[in-house]
């Protein structure tokens, strides 16, 4: 209970204990807040004295933080933006990070499914992001490479061409009119 009365105080002393805590944990915003109300409430030279080396070091670490998570905001990685979570867990950024890499999962599986052109590429995109940007796209192109492979397979018209559609496109559109070109 005293030490809750205690943390709760605005007072120089308990300011300088946060400044080093939130320091120590690295969540140098909050270390900056208390930084700031310290060096207004502090009247006692020796402690500011004492203080004054983490002024430096909070700016430094919230340069170099902004400066990382701005680097992996223009690199559009998730690389960038899991070094910036794995170097500042706690840091200012956490939530926009975390959000950013989410996104950024979602439009490299959009791009890895439009280099491979396949429908399980397209359905694998569709099935990890269901509500995804991009899935109207995704079956577009699924129904698009299904009638390719169903006009191929009909122009060809051999029972070669029609079986390998129906293998290879088990769910296809137009399954029911192969069987039927078979029969």
Known sequence: VEIEKFLETVDPEVE??????????????KAKISMDLFLRLSKNKELTEEMLPYIVL???KIREENDLFQFAKNEKSVTGFKKYLEKY???????????????QYEVDAWELAQQTATI???TEYMVAYPKGGHVDTAR???AALDYEAYTEATTENTQVSLNYYLENYPVGAYRDDVEAKLT
């Open 16 to 29: 300088a204990i946060r400044i080093k805590s939130y320091y120590a944990i690295g969540d140098f915003s």
């Open 58 to 60: 909070i700016d430094d």
């Open 89 to 103: 867990p706690n840091g200012r950024f956490l939530h926009e990070a975390k959000r950013l890499l989410e996104n």
């Open 120 to 122: 399980p590429a397209y």
């Open 140 to 142: 577009e192109a699924i």
